[in-house]
């Protein structure tokens, strides 16, 4: 086996029937090759790492190819062997992403009148041609208003939108899809099969997702995993290359959070810590999950879609509704890990909120006063209508305002926990149920501390009230429930509530 380079190097297609995933675009071009019918120029377009390239590369053998076996390059004959090695003056491949094109084009220019050294034809392969200069364009556009009939164009991008009407309108466009589920599984197990890698299915399929699609990432990946552990792959040296938990974790954790085991998701959390998992990575994990959960619930998902048993059969009387609002908080909690200075913390704080037995169940609607917690809170709907210019206010910006500008996570996280807010005359009234004394007592202190943000973020001086909302377990001690007990003692770690409410609670 070739050892040294690139799995994705060795693994690039060498004729069009290797191409992964774009039979509509191979066929066309193997009749075209098949019946001589060859363009002056071609527009590749389509996301990255979905094979342009490659393909280019295989157009400019098969068209120069002695002997095409039915459209595609023979790999036997002069041209085809000169080219697979990369040494041929006739194919020239400009990227135009490094230098904007303009030397190459205006080389181009002086050189594509002459008559190729070698082949039959001059193919000139540019890469992301959308990043062109105007100049370089117009260069471009004279040579392919009368092109020699011995050169042929092959511009490929990433973003079509951006290629001038004037040149695109003399190409003939092709447009190349993302690699489906189903096409990457297939080529990397005949890749593992080759290689001698033993790997299971669900662990490629978890490479795969890591790689949004992009086959050059995934090959990269796998041959990440092969570098760490040898031919025999074991599924959790996946999960280590990558970072990310084990899916029995994943469905543990997405467990947790739906059938409100607040103890048990706390622990969790504790187990990525001791792994050394990366949170956001993990997160994400957990959206997938739900994602396919989502998707085979409404009855869309195809087989190929990977669903745990047990997440499904147990979770079959959530209501699809939740499912989505959870989704939805997952995705806005992966992109607040990315900014948290303590993401343990912040992702306890989350865990903490959303498997908590009497969790959110209305969306957050951002600009009024919002009812996060209807089945218990009912007078608080008489609360009228704020003024248009406080309607303005949001909640989370101002908490992203506290954590980001402010860099105090703490605040900003304990002012998340309210389960209802106002925002009326310059008065910010946020409502905490009973169970949150604690961090209602710590925020009263910090009053002061937290006016001034406000007042600075809403650019005016304003005020805030803290209160308490009705609730219907109210002789519900915090202090007596083993769960906040245990946060607590996490949080105390980070010189938090414990101590300080202790300390100043004569
Ligand atoms: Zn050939």
Not at 49 to 70: D, E, F, H, Y
Not at 225 to 240: L, N, P, Q, R, T
Request: glycine share 4%; with cysteine; charged share 30%.
């Amino acid at each position: 086996m070739d050892t040294g380079i690139s799995l994705y190097r060795r693994w690039r297609p060498q004729n069009f029937d290797e191409v992964a995933g774009q039979t509509h675009v191979v066929r066309t071009l193997k009749n075209m090759v098949e019946g001589g019918k060859i363009n002056h120029a071609y527009l590749f377009t389509g996301p990255r790492g979905t094979g342009k390239t490659s393909v280019a590369r295989i157009l400019a053998r098969a068209i120069n190819c002695l002997g095409p076996l039915q459209g595609n390059p023979c790999g036997k004959c002069l041209p085809c062997n000169n080219l697979l090695i990369g040494y041929s003056m006739d194919i020239l491949e400009i990227d135009a992403a490094s230098n904007r094109g303009i030397d190459e084009i205006k080389d181009l220019r002086s050189k594509v009148s002459f008559t190729p050294a070698i082949l039959k034809y001059k193919v000139y392969i540019i890469d992301e041609v959308h990043m062109l200069t105007p100049e370089a364009f117009n260069a471009l556009l004279k040579t392919l208003e009368e092109p020699p009939n011995f050169v042929v164009f092959v511009l490929a991008t990433t973003e079509p939108h951006k290629v001038p009407p004037t040149i695109a309108s003399r190409c003939l466009r092709f447009d190349f899809r993302n690699l489906s589920e189903e096409d990457m599984i297939n080529l990397l197990k005949k890749v593992c099969e080759h290689e001698g890698f033993s790997i299971e299915e669900k662990s490629l399929l978890i490479l795969i997702k890591a790689s949004q699609g992009s086959l050059r990432d995934a090959l990269t990946y796998l041959e990440q995993v092969e570098s760490f552990a040898g031919k025999e792959m074991k599924d959790e040296d996946v999960y280590i290359v990558l970072g990310i938990p084990s899916p029995a974790w994943v469905r543990d954790y997405l467990l947790d959070l739906l059938l409100k085991r607040r103890e048990n998701g706390i622990n969790r959390v504790e187990e990525l810590v001791r792994l050394g998992r990366d949170f956001r990575q993990s997160i994400r994990q957990v959206i997938i999950q739900l994602r396919n959960l989502i998707i085979v619930r409404m009855g869309e998902g195809s087989k190929k879609i990977f669903v745990d048993e047990e997440l499904l059969t147990n979770t079959s009387a959530v209501p699809i509704e939740e499912l989505i609002i959870v989704l939805d908080r997952l995705i806005s909690q992966e992109n607040e890990l990315r900014f948290s200075l303590d993401p343990r913390l912040t992702l306890e704080l989350f865990t903490l909120k959303e498997a908590s037995p009497a969790s959110i169940k209305l969306p957050v609607k951002e600009g009024r006063v919002t009812l996060k917690h209807e089945e218990i809170l009912t007078e608080t709907k008489t609360i009228s209508v704020p003024a248009v210019s406080e309607t303005i206010f949001s909640l989370d910006s101002f908490i992203k305002f506290i954590k980001e500008t402010k860099k105090h996570f703490i605040f900003g996280s304990m002012i998340g926990l309210a389960k209802e807010y106002s925002f009326i005359n310059n008065d910010l009234t946020l409502f905490y149920r009973v169970k949150e004394k604690a961090q209602l007592e710590f925020l009263n202190k910090e009053k002061g501390n937290l006016e001034k943000m406000l007042s600075e973020f809403v650019k005016t001086p304003s005020t805030i009230s803290l209160k308490y909302i009705p609730e219907k377990d109210s002789d519900f001690d915090l202090r007596q429930d083993p769960i906040v007990k245990k946060a607590l003692e996490l949080f105390e770690g980070s010189s938090l509530i414990v101590r300080k409410v202790d300390e100043d609670e004569k």
